[in-house]
Nanobody, 127 residues
Framework: QVQLEEFGGGSVEAGGSLTLSCVVSGYSHSDYCMGWFLQAPGKEREGVAGIASDGTTAYADGVKGRFTISIDNAKNTVFLQMDRLKPEDSGMYYC?????????????????????WGQGSQVTVSS
């Protein structure tokens, strides 16, 4: 059974940094995509970043140059390094996975293709 578990959320002042981790267990597909999503209060969940098994990465326009997604295959962990954080980056961050490859591994991809989701990790950025 595939499981995703996020770590690393917390509170930080604007301009600060946080790193989120998503530990993956029970996943063996080679053509995977791992994504990070943000659900801000009162808003719909939106894609933030994605990384595919071929190394392709993609970012939402609002986080380009500030966020970095990476993966450590040896540790089965996906990271989201968030720098120069803004109050509008606040919300619940979820990691998610699918095995449909890099063609559907970008922030605007339909959320329904992500079959497995973590429980979420709260990030609060104060001004």
């Amino acid at each position: 059974q595939v499981q995703l578990e996020e770590f690393g959320g917390g509170s930080v002042e604007a301009g600060g940094s946080l790193t989120l981790s998503c530990v993956v267990s029970g996943y063996s597909h080679s053509d995977y995509c791992m994504g990070w999503f943000l659900q801000a209060p009162g808003k719909e969940r939106e894609g933030v970043a994605g990384i595919a098994s071929d190394g392709t990465t993609a970012y939402a326009d609002g986080v380009k140059g500030r966020f970095t997604i990476s993966i450590d295959n040896a540790k089965n962990t996906v990271f989201l390094q968030m720098d120069r954080l803004k109050p509008e980056d606040s919300g619940m961050y979820y990691c998610a996975a699918h095995n449909l490859g890099s063609g559907l591994c970008y922030p605007g991809a339909p959320h329904r293709v992500f079959r497995t989701w973590g429980q979420g990790s709260q990030v609060t950025v104060s001004s």
